[in-house]
């Protein structure tokens, strides 16, 4: 059984930083994609950054271009997400989630039907 386990959520001032990790386990993965989502209050789940397992392929929502940046260890499995230059409207429930249907050298997909595997969420607020 697969299992998505996120951590470094939690409360920070507006332009602060906080760093997401998610590790993926439970099986061997080949090749696939991981992503980060996000829901608001109040709004749906909404796609926010995704990459290729080889780190090679990655892409981000416009309104998180220049402030988040995703990146990939696909010796543990695991995928991050440095938020930079936060503000209150990033406070938002973050997902990560995992594509295992992800063919390369294709980009990401963004869309959450193509994640088959999702973590639990992590907090993230910002603080006007």
């Known amino acids: 059984q697969v299992q998505l386990v996120e951590s470094g959520g939690g409360l920070v001032q507006t332009g602060g930083s906080l760093r997401l990790s998610c590790a993926a386990s439970?099986?061997?993965?080949?090749?696939?994609?991981m992503g980060w989502f996000r829901q608001g209050p109040g709004k749906e789940r909404e796609f926010v950054a995704a990459i290729s397992w080889s780190g090679g392929r990655y892409l981000y929502t416009d309104s998180v271009k220049g402030r988040y940046t995703i990146s990939m260890d696909n010796t543990k499995n695991t995928v991050y997400l440095q938020m930079n230059s936060l503000k209150p409207e990033d406070t938002a429930v973050y997902y990560c989630a995992l594509d295992d249907q992800y063919e390369s050298p294709y980009y990401p997909r963004v869309s959450l039907g193509a994640y088959d595997y999702w973590g639990q969420g992590t907090q993230v607020t910002v603080s006007s």
């Open positions: 439970g099986r061997a993965f080949s090749h696939y994609a």
